[in-house]
Nanobody, 130 residues
Framework: QLQLVESGGGLVQPGGSLRLSCAAS????????IGWFRQAPGKERELIGA?????????YYPDSMKGRFTISRDNAKNTMYLQMNSLKPEDTAVYYC??????????????????????WGQGTLVTVSS
């Protein structure tokens, strides 16, 4: 069974940093593109960024996400990460990781209803508040 499990969410003060982890099981993460998404209360899910599988290193971050968010992977640990810096209250959301063999599927997952990443995590809540 293909599975992704996020961890590291919680309460953080504005201006703080947080790193989320997403551990894969049942498949080899290095053969997949990986992405992070978030969904704030009352809003649609949005893409934070995505990177390609090992064989072709490409990254994509929407303009609105560039600068404060960094996606990385540790293939030896079969785990991906999301580093978040200078957090703001509007970053409060449930954060999801996802994996798909095709990077494009991750990039358009929130805009093309026919494209759905193969594996999703269950989500972890991040609350930015003082």
């Amino acid at each position: 069974q293909l599975q992704l499990v996020e961890s590291g969410g919680g309460l953080v003060q504005p201006g703080g940093s947080l790193r989320l982890s997403c551990a894969a099981s049942g498949f080899t993460l290095e053969h997949y593109g990986i992405g992070w998404f978030r969904q704030a209360p009352g809003k649609e899910r949005e893409l934070i960024g995505a990177i390609s599988r090992r064989s072709g290193f490409s990254t994509y971050y929407p303009d609105s996400m560039k600068g404060r968010f960094t996606i990385s992977r540790d293939n030896a640990k079969n785990t991906m990460y999301l580093q978040m810096n200078s957090l703001k209250p509007e970053d409060t959301a449930v954060y999801y990781c996802a994996a798909d063999p095709v990077l494009h599927t991750l990039v358009v997952a929130t805009t093309d209803k026919d494209k759905n990443p193969e594996v999703w995590g269950q989500g972890t809540l991040v609350t930015v508040s003082s």
